[in-house]
């Protein structure tokens, strides 16, 4: 991967420290339960944000299974769209968790694109009340959004919506590691210069 194309790629994420609903972007992105039909947190949140109309274009959607992505209107929110995405319960690491909450993030993206929404905002899926340690959590959702913004230049910015001061540092972290290390690769793979 060439350390130009990641540093490019890592310009357009943002870490935000705020409430996701008054996030005036295309999608955001609610961690929800595979009912769909709302719940405390972040869910509980943007449902009351929206307005009622949005429980009533959930029940339409006959539920979420887990690390997969269902995309509904924002109605009284400043995004227009909602992706709703159902992480995965921490248990012990052991039950393909990691993988979970990747595809996660992967499909909210994918579903994204499919309507040409270009601004994403996402809040620590799964890290409340599904019980993630956050900072792997922080440093699959960073390293899923870079690979997606690399592989898809049309996404023009993801925000990683954060909530508490030790989750933001968490992520920034995630995002300087993620170019050193590519930094680092670079050196070693570029070719010797020519004597
Ligand atoms: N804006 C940004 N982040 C928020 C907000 C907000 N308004 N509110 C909470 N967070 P959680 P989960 C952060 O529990 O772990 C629900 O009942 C919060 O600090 O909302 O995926 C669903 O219905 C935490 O870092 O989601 C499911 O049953 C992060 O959002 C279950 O909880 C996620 O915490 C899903 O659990």
């Known amino acids: ?3 130009n194309d990641l540093a490019l790629a890592a310009k357009k994420i943002a870490v935000y420290r705020g409430d996701i609903t008054k996030m005036g972007v295309d999608a955001i992105v609610n961690a929800a339960n595979p009912t769909l039909l ?3 947190g972040v869910d509980g949140a943007i449902h009351r944000a929206a307005g009622p109309e949005l429980l009533m274009e959930c029940r339409s959607l006959h539920g979420c299974a887990v690390g997969r992505a269902k995309i509904t209107a924002g109605y009284d ?4 769209f909602v992706i709703h995405t159902v992480g995965p319960i921490w248990e012990d690491g052991k039950q393909n968790e990691s993988q979970k909450l990747r595809a996660c993030y992967r499909n909210s993206l994918k579903l994204a694109l ?3 929404l270009t601004t994403v905002a996402f809040p620590a899926i799964s ?3 599904y019980g993630y340690p956050k900072a792997e959590a922080a440093e699959i959702a960073v390293d899923t959004a870079l690979k997606f913004l690399l592989a898809h230049p049309a996404l023009h910015k ?3 919506v954060v909530f508490d001061g030790e989750t933001e540092a968490l992520y920034r972290e995630s995002l300087e590691r993620a170019l050193s290390i590519s930094d680092e690769d670079s050196k070693t793979q570029s070719p010797s210069p020519a004597k």
Not at 77 to 80: C, H, N, V
């Open 38 to 40: 709302g719940g405390g």
């Open 114 to 116: 499919d309507y040409q």
């Open 158 to 160: 993801i925000y990683f």
């Open 77 to 80: 929110l400043p995004a227009p």
């Open 127 to 129: 890290t409340g009340a």
């Open 1 to 3: 991967m060439a350390h």
